[in-house]
């Protein structure tokens, strides 16, 4: 799927999810494919984003050595 198409599909699931009506969100979700999938991926992926972001925290604070400085070494 080429970029542009995954942002048309994700633009138009997330509008009809936000401004439209029940009957209209049940038709997106189980009629087309591709908007499901597009709201799928751009969730997955900010899943991996925030598992990133969690990781590179515990391991800055895991590996978090104060510096010596020269009065210590005296």
């Not at 009506?21 to 494919?33: A, W």
């Not at 969730?43 to 984003?49: A, G, K």
């Amino acid at each position: 799927m080429a970029m542009a198409e995954f942002q048309a599909n994700l633009f138009a699931s997330t509008w009809v999810n936000w401004l439209g009506d029940d009957r209209q969100r049940k038709e997106m979700l189980t009629g087309n494919r591709e908007s499901s999938t597009a709201i799928v991926m751009s969730l997955l992926f900010t899943l991996v984003l925030v598992a990133i972001a969690i990781i590179g925290w515990v391991c800055s604070k895991l590996f978090d050595v104060p510096r010596l400085t020269t009065n210590e070494l005296q």
